[in-house]
């Protein structure tokens, strides 16, 4: 099929593309037209644990109305789906959002959702991409992947030629998601040469590794980075040592790992489930499942690669929530330490993996939280640990060769103060997309404080549009100049009811921490 400005308009309210696997038919949004639930790639139970294919080409006008099946994912940890959703393993499907294309090629934003890398779709209403490309007049994507037990459980210990297991499925089908945009979205009125990755918690985490895998250059020109926890990203051995495990919950013995292919995806999910509390539960701070480091897709632990130079050199915002770890103690989850008693174990953990680290490191680190002992210092460890630390080794990294920008996300709305979440993980998803009141009662507006977070919101919408056009996030709307994030100013723009910039805001945890990566192997 051609790929060119092939466009067909039949009523107004539709608008049918002519894309690479076939005709595609949107349908009109505000000023803008959705395209929903097109096939990037093939998967199936006959690609399980393996890369995707091409997807075949249909024929006649495909209709994009709605969104595509979301993967099958973890039950233990809940986010919230759109009613009727299809699970399925054939997912890989993206969903398009822009104005009508008209021969001028617009930049490209697309979305990688997060998850903790087990649950998650491009489905949820908090990723509608209508508000983005109305406002900034650009081409929104956002993407499914696999996620959990058949997207970030690596079972190539087990690899035979009759039953071959690959590695980093999830991050292998974000790869064919952007080789999609590179080959298709000029009939959308994208610029293929102009696509802004973006992405928030194991999103975020994967745009970090995939800015360090040969594979993904030149498949993104700019990343923004909200939340990513970089140094969750393992070791081979770790990795088989949790598949096997996994093999013992499902009751298939190491010889016969070639039965998962054929098992009911419902069983795998099951024991992804629990192999999930378990794992989380005896190492505090660790996930079961995430990328890892196979010297092939994931040739180093990424933020040592990008702290050797080794990242692509393209710009760069990044940042964290002032306040990330609340929401975990507010849910009761498993994946973050969240106690004194938890946040210890993690560091006995840590320590265990690196048989050199001076025991006097930990207590430099400890000893920079005087309140540790109590549930705020044990949440701030943790927030500091999984998200802070390492967005900061990344910017002094990165910045040494590519134009990088830092924020830290700090505004909240009353209810969300009252309820001590604050500016916790994920809280900046509504302001970025400018989608509020996505959940079922939702209690952000409670309290009041709607017109201060749509200002919040607007400014973050700007400042991320107009790094998505020309690389800087500088907003023509009289807000704080942003500048780069350098390391000797360490310039970072605190995102609240009035943006400031400062500089080194985090200089005395940084100094405890160190510029050693300190995660799990």
């Not at 995707?52 to 039950?75: H, M, N, Y």
């Not at 048989?355 to 680190?365: F, G, M, T, Y």
């Not at 507006?445 to 201060?452: E, I, T």
């Not at 009035?498 to 799990?520: C, H, I, N, Q, Y």
Request: glycine letters at 8%; hydrophobic letters at 40%.
């Amino acid at each position: 099929m051609p790929t060119g400005l092939d466009v067909t308009a039949t009523p107004a309210e539709t608008l049918t593309v002519s894309a690479r696997d076939g005709d595609a038919r949107g349908y009109a949004t505000g000023t803008v037209f959705a395209w929903k639930g097109i096939p990037y790639a093939a998967a199936g139970a006959a690609r399980r644990f393996r890369s995707a294919v091409a997807p075949s080409p249909w024929l006649g006008e495909r209709d994009c109305r709605d969104f595509g099946p979301i993967a099958p994912q973890a039950k233990t940890v809940q986010v919230p789906m759109e009613p009727g959703s299809v699970v399925d393993e054939d997912c890989l499907s993206l969903n398009v959002w822009a104005p009508r294309p008209d021969g001028t090629p617009r930049p490209v934003m697309v979305w990688i959702h997060g998850g903790a890398y087990c649950v998650g779709s491009s489905s949820q209403s908090v990723y509608d991409g209508r508000r983005l490309a109305e406002l900034g007049d650009v081409v929104v994507v956002t993407v499914n992947y696999r996620t959990g037990v058949l997207g970030f459980l690596d079972l190539s210990t087990f690899s035979t030629d009759e039953h071959p297991f690959e590695t980093n499925i999830g991050l292998r089908d974000m790869i064919a998601a952007f080789e999609w945009v590179r080959e298709c979205i000029a009939a959308f009125g994208g610029d293929p040469d102009n696509v802004t990755a973006f992405g928030e918690s194991s999103g975020a985490g994967s745009i970090t590794t995939l800015m360090t895998s040969p594979r993904a250059e030149d498949l993104f020109h700019k990343a923004i980075v909200q939340s990513a926890p970089a140094t969750s990203v393992y070791g081979a051995e770790r990795a088989a040592s949790v598949a096997r495990r996994f093999l013992e919950i499902v009751g298939v013995s190491e010889d016969e790992a070639g039965r998962l292919c054929e098992l009911p995806i419902e069983k795998l999910t099951a024991a992804g489930d629990v192999l999930l509390d378990e794992v989380t539960t005896s190492v505090p701070g660790t996930l079961s499942m995430a990328p890892v480091v196979d010297g092939d897709l994931v040739p180093r632990y990424p933020v040592a690669a990008f702290q050797k130079g080794f990242a692509h050199r393209i710009p760069l915002i990044i940042g964290t929530n002032k306040d990330e770890a609340s929401i975990f103690r507010l849910t009761r989850s498993p994946i973050m330490p969240v106690t004194a008693d938890t946040v210890n174990q993690m560091f006995t953990a840590i320590a265990a993996d690196h048989p050199k680290l001076p025991a006097i490191r930990v207590a430099e680190i400890i000893s920079a939280y005087p309140d540790w002992s109590k549930t705020s210092g044990a949440l701030a460890v943790s927030r500091d640990a999984a998200f802070r630390m390492p967005c900061l080794w990344i910017a002094d990294a990165h910045s040494k060769h590519s134009p990088t920008w830092v924020y830290r996300f700090d505004h909240a709305t009353p209810m969300l103060w009252a309820a001590r979440v604050g500016a916790g993980h994920a809280t900046e998803l509504p302001y970025v997309f400018g989608n509020f009141g996505t959940l079922n009662h939702d209690p952000t507006f409670w309290l009041g404080g709607r017109k201060a977070a749509l200002e919040v919101s607007g400014r973050v919408q700007r400042r991320w549009l107009a790094f998505a056009q020309h690389g800087v996030p500088a907003a023509l709307d009289a807000s704080k100049h942003w500048a780069p994030y350098r390391e000797d100013t360490r310039a970072t723009l605190l995102i609240d009811k009035t943006d400031t910039l400062a500089s080194d805001p985090d200089k005395e945890l940084r100094a405890a921490w160190g510029d050693k990566v300190m995660g799990f192997r």
